[in-house]
């Protein structure tokens, strides 16, 4: 049974930081692109990262770029997404996600994922 599960979330006040994790079990993903999107009140799911399987080559959404760092310890088979001064407007569910082609591009769009987390809610105050 495959599995990707989100933690780090939580509330947070304008200008903090977070640290997501995401741990995935039931195979590895260490060959395999890997990405964070997010959803927010009313508003589609977007990508906030992605990361290739080797992590050389990593894509962000321009609200976060400078901000967020994606990264991944295949050793652990675990993503991460450090968050810095963090905005309200960066208050979502964040949901990690990985691809099923080995060696695959990682993606801006959902259509490129095939394992999706739970999620996990972060809220930022302002």
């Known amino acids: 049974h495959v599995q990707l599960v989100e933690s780090g979330g939580g509330l947070v006040q304008a200008g903090g930081s977070l640290r997501l994790s995401c741990a995935a079990s039931?195979?590895?993903?260490?060959?395999?692109?890997m990405g964070w999107f997010r959803r927010a009140p009313g508003k589609e799911r977007e990508l906030v990262a992605a990361?290739?399987?080797?992590?050389?080559?990593?894509g962000y959404a321009d609200s976060v770029k400078g901000r967020f760092t994606i990264s991944r310890d295949n050793a652990k088979n675990t993503m991460y997404l450090q968050m810095i001064s963090l905005k309200p407007e960066d208050t979502a569910v964040y949901y990690c996600?990985?691809?099923?082609?080995?060696?695959?591009?990682?993606?801006?769009?959902?259509?490129?994922?095939?394992?999706w987390g739970q999620g996990t809610q972060v809220t930022v105050s302002s």
């Open positions: 996600a990985a691809g099923d082609r080995q060696y695959g591009s990682w993606s801006r769009s959902s259509v490129g994922y095939d394992y």
């Open positions: 039931g195979r590895t993903f260490t060959s395999n692109a």
């Open positions: 990361i290739s399987w080797s992590g050389r080559s990593t």
